[in-house]
């Protein structure tokens, strides 16, 4: 049966990407890295580089009457800033992108003077459980942790963070991005050895793209299994739409990407195990 369903789901994801498909966002709401003094969040590869909290520079500290604590050290946000130059053939203007740092400190725990301007809002949610049954029955699964702001698998301690249930608007996104990262999980060493887990990892690189492209081909079908799949399919797509880009675009990808990702849900599933 299962297998049936990955069929399916591979087949719909890749007709979603043939169609296009709406911006990938964040389900979760809450512990989200952003600016103390906007609010608004960070965007691209500076919410890999930090932890949920609110951020501010050393000048917006000031400005606002805090003080930076002794001996904290600072984190960097990047962005691009486009450059207007002269081309040396043609002597048009042109514009080059130049990639651009700034440093800011945490509010809440490295700034003293300074209140949160940040509001939390939480949902209920009543568990489902095919869902919880297919955590729970993860044979030699990873330990997790369920703090808000970010969702992640740490493989040298082999551990899963997800944001808790209550974050999330659409209890169904909350599992798309637990078993997100319980795919991952499925290439630790003692479990399937997947090259984009137990390799030289990079953000953005290709072995890096590959594995997010297993695993949330992988959560997909795991929300198939689960019946939750019709939920979660359109911002599925459009992740995966976000890795194919820095792939080229190259769509065969993603049927070698789901022949990994049937492996990493039938371990999950304990499916190998029968």
């Known amino acids: 049966m299962s297998k049936k369903i990955y069929e399916m789901i591979t087949n719909q994801m890749i007709e979603k990407l043939e169609q296009g498909v709406v911006p990938w966002r964040k389900p979760f709401r809450n ?79 490295q700034v003293e003077g300074l209140e949160t301007k940040r509001t939390v809002e939480t949902f209920e949610h009543d568990p489902i459980e095919e869902a919880e049954k297919v955590k729970e029955e993860y044979f030699n699964a990873p330990s997790y942790t369920f703090v808000s702001g970010r969702a992640y698998y740490v493989p040298f301690e082999d551990r899963i963070n997800v944001p808790p249930k209550e974050d999330f608007e659409d209890i169904h996104e909350y599992y798309s991005t637990l078993f997100h990262e319980m795919v991952h999980s499925t290439g630790h060493k003692n479990r399937l050895h997947r090259e984009g887990i137990t390799g030289e990892i990079r953000f953005g690189s290709k072995n890096y793209s590959k594995e997010e492209l297993i695993a949330e081909l992988g959560a997909s079908m795991l929300c198939g299994v689960t019946g939750i799949e019709n939920q979660t399919i359109d911002n599925s797509a459009s992740y995966i739409q976000s890795w194919l880009r820095k792939l080229k675009d190259d769509k065969t990808l993603i049927v070698s990407a789901s022949q990994k990702a049937q492996k990493a849900s039938d371990h999950i599933l304990r499916t190998e195990f029968h």
């Open 31 to 109: 512990g989200m890295a952003v600016n103390w003094k906007t609010q608004k969040p960070y965007r691209g590869i500076n919410t890999m580089l930090l932890d949920g909290g609110e951020y501010a520079t050393f000048k917006q500290i000031k400005e606002a009457g805090g003080k930076v604590k002794k001996g904290e050290k600072s984190h960097i946000v990047v962005f691009w800033k486009m450059l207007h130059v002269a081309d040396q053939e043609t002597e048009e203007d042109k514009k080059i992108p130049l990639l651009r740092y700034y440093r800011v400190f945490e509010v809440g725990s």
